[in-house]
C-alpha cells in the first residue's frame, strides 16, 4: 500500500517538475514575445506565428510525439525488468528520428514557398519557414533523448533542457529579429515593398529556435552520457532472456506513434487551418494581407501566448502521467489507474479554473501591462475575455487524450479529435461568413472544438475503466472559488488604479486574487489534506495553512 501511493505521488511530482519548467518557459516566451512585438509589429508576428504554427505541424508529423512513444515502450519494459530491450528502444528510436526527422525538414526547406503561398495566403512566412527546416531534425532527435527519461520516470533532464532551451531562445530571437528586420527595410526601400522588414524580421527570430534546439539536444547528450554507469548497473540487472528483433522494435514504433502523430495532428492542426480559413474569408471580404495579417497577429501573438502559459500544466502532466498509467495497466491495477486519472484531473482544474478566470477578469488590465496600446489591446483584451474558457477545455481536452494513451487506448483520441475537427471547420465557416464575426469566429469555433473532445474522451475512458468523474470538488468549487476570487481582484485593481499605475494595481489585483482563490477553496473543503499531502512540498503547505487557521 505504501508502494502504491509513492507511486502515485511520484507521477504528481514528476508531472509538477515538468509542468513547473514548462510554465517558466511559457513565462519565459511571453516575456520575450513583448520586445518581439514592439520590434516587428502585428505584420511581422504574424509571419512569425505563421511559421511556428505550420512548424509545429510539420514537427508533429515527423518525431514530436517520440517522446510519448519512447516513453510508453521503455517504461513498459522497464516495468517487466528487460533494461537491455529497454535501451534498445532508445536506440532504435534515435535512428528513426534521423531519417524522418531530416527527411521533412529537407522537404519543409524546398517547398517552403508553396506552403505558404497556397495554403496560408501568407507567402512572405516562407522566410520564416525556411530557417526553422532544420529545427525539425534536431527536434526529433531530442525527443528521443527526453522520452528515454520519462520512460525512467525521470522528468528533469526534459524539464532543465526546455528552461535552457527558452533562455537561449528569447536572447538569440531578440537580437536575429532586430538585425534582419534592418536588413529588410534596406530591402523594402529599394524594392517598394514594405512587407519585407517584417517578414525578414520574421525569420530572424525563428533562427533563435533552431540554436536554442541545438544547445538542448547537447545538453541531453551530456546528460546521457553523464549517467552511463547507472545504465551499465541497470543492464547487469536485466531479466529478459533474449533482445527483441530490431525489426519488432521498429514496428511497435511505428504502430504506437502513428495513431498519436494522427490524433495530435489533427488536435493542433487546427489553428492551422483557421488561419488559412481566415485568410482567404477576410481577403474575399475586402481586407488587405497586412490587414488580416495585423488581426492574426493580435490573436497568436497575443492572446495565444498569454493562454499557452497556464495550459503549460496540461500539457506537461499528460505526458508525465501516461508511463505511470501504462505501469498501472500492464500489472492490471485498475483502481490504481482511477486514482491517477482522478488525481491529475483535480490537480489540473484547480490550477487552469482559476487561471482563466483571473484573465477574464483582468483582461485589459493584463494586456495594456504587457503590451503597449498601439498594438491592438482592446481587440486583444476582448479576446482574452471571449477565449477565457478555452484554457480550461484545452487543459482537459489535452489531459484526457493523454490518458487515453496512457491507456493503452491509441486511436480513440485520433477518432474523437477527427469527428471534434470536422464540426468545428463547419461552424467556423458560418461563423465568419453568415454571423461576419472576424475573429471572435476563430474563438468561439475552438471553444466548441475543445468542449467536444472533452465529452467524447470523457464517454471513453468511462467506458474502458469504468471510471466515474467526481465533479463537485474538481469543478463546482474551483469554479465558485474563482469567481470570488475574479470578482475581488477586480475590486483591489478598481481601487488601486485610483491613484496607482496600471502595472502596479494589476500585480497587486493579481497577488489578492490569489491568496482569495486559496482561502475560498480550503473554506468550501473543495479540497482534503490528504490530497493536499500528494502534492510536491504538501506537507509544508498543509503546516503553513495551519498556522493561518484555514486548516483544523
Known amino acids: 500500500m505504501k508502494e502504491k501511493k509513492n507511486t502515485g505521488k511520484n507521477f504528481l511530482v514528476q508531472g509538477t517538475i515538468l509542468a513547473a519548467a514548462s510554465i517558466i518557459a511559457k513565462i519565459i516566451g511571453l516575456v520575450y514575445r513583448i520586445p518581439l512585438q514592439n520590434t516587428l509589429g502585428n505584420e511581422g508576428v504574424s509571419y512569425y506565428s505563421t511559421s511556428n504554427e505550420i512548424y509545429a505541424i510539420l514537427l508533429m508529423i515527423s518525431c514530436f510525439n517520440l517522446p510519448l512513444a519512447v516513453s510508453k ?62 529545427a525539425i531534425f534536431i527536434s526529433a532527435v531530442i525527443g528521443t533523448f527526453r522520452g528515454y527519461f520519462q520512460g525512467y520516470s525521470n522528468m528533469v533532464p526534459t524539464a532543465v533542457s526546455q528552461v535552457i532551451e527558452q533562455i537561449i531562445n528569447a536572447v538569440v530571437t531578440l537580437v536575429c529579429a532586430d538585425i534582419m528586420y534592418s536588413y529588410g527595410m534596406t530591402l523594402a526601400a529599394k524594392e517598394g515593398n514594405d512587407s519585407l522588414g517584417p517578414a525578414w524580421g520574421a525569420a530572424g527570430g525563428t533562427f533563435g529556435t533552431v540554436v536554442s534546439i541545438t544547445v538542448a539536444l547537447l545538453f541531453m547528450m551530456f546528460i546521457y552520457t553523464a549517467q552511463r554507469k547507472t545504465l551499465r548497473r541497470n543492464l547487469r540487472r536485466d531479466q529478459s ?7 519488432l522494435i521498429y514496428r511497435q514504433l511505428v504502430l504506437t506513434i502513428l495513431p498519436v502523430i494522427l490524433s495530435t495532428v489533427i488536435y493542433n492542426i487546427s489553428n492551422v487551418a483557421d488561419q488559412g480559413i481566415f485568410n482567404k474569408v477576410l481577403n474575399s471580404q475586402g481586407y488587405t494581407e497586412a490587414q488580416y495579417g495585423s488581426i492574426w497577429g493580435i490573436y497568436s501573438g497575443q492572446f495565444r501566448v498569454l493562454m499557452n502559459v497556464p495550459l503549460a500544466l496540461a500539457s506537461c502532466m499528460a505526458p508525465a502521467i501516461v508511463p505511470s498509467l501504462t505501469a498501472a495497466m500492464a500489472k492490471n491495477r485498475r483502481s490504481e489507474a482511477r486514482a491517477k486519472i482522478r488525481l491529475s484531473i483535480r490537480f489540473t482544474m484547480l490550477l487552469t479554473i482559476p487561471c482563466a478566470v483571473g484573465m477574464a477578469a483582468l ?13 491592438g489591446a482592446p481587440l486583444s483584451a476582448g479576446i482574452l475575455q471571449a477565449g477565457a474558457l478555452m484554457i480550461v477545455l484545452y487543459a482537459l481536452s489535452t489531459l484526457t487524450t493523454g490518458i487515453l494513451q496512457g491507456l493503452g487506448q491509441l486511436r480513440q483520441p485520433l477518432v474523437n479529435c477527427s469527428i471534434a475537427l470536422a464540426v468545428h471547420f463547419v461552424v467556423l465557416y458560418f461563423l465568419l461568413t453568415a454571423a461576419n464575426l472576424n475573429i471572435y469566429a476563430v474563438v468561439y469555433a475552438n471553444i466548441l472544438f475543445a468542449l467536444l473532445v472533452c465529452i467524447m474522451n470523457a ?27 475574479g470578482a475581488a481582484a477586480y475590486l483591489v485593481y478598481s481601487v488601486f488604479h485610483l491613484f496607482a499605475g496600471n502595472t502596479i494595481s494589476t500585480i497587486l489585483a493579481i497577488l489578492m486574487g490569489a491568496a482569495v482563490y486559496v482561502v475560498s477553496l480550503v473554506s468550501f473543503r473543495g479540497i482534503t489534506i490528504e490530497e493536499i499531502a500528494t502534492f510536491p512540498k504538501g506537507h509544508l503547505i498543509i503546516r503553513l495553512l495551519r498556522k493561518t487557521g484555514l486548516l483544523r
Open 363 to 375: 483582461a485589459k488590465p493584463i494586456i495594456t501591462m504587457l503590451f503597449s496600446q498601439e498594438t
Open 73 to 134: 515502450l521503455v517504461s513498459e519494459r522497464i516495468h517487466r525488468g528487460e533494461y537491455r530491450n529497454a535501451h534498445k528502444v532508445f536506440l532504435c528510436a534515435v535512428r528513426f528520428a534521423l531519417v524522418v526527422g531530416g527527411g521533412l525538414a529537407l522537404i519543409t526547406y524546398i517547398f517552403a514557398g508553396v506552403i505558404t503561398k497556397y495554403l496560408m495566403s501568407f507567402e512572405l512566412a516562407s522566410y520564416a519557414l525556411r530557417v526553422l527546416a532544420p
Open 459 to 485: 464517454v471513453c475512458i468511462r467506458r474502458f475503466i469504468h471510471y466515474r468523474q467526481e465533479w463537485y470538488r474538481t469543478f463546482a468549487v474551483p469554479a465558485i472559488a474563482s469567481v470570488i476570487m
Open 241 to 247: 532472456s533474449r533482445l527483441e528483433p530490431t525489426q
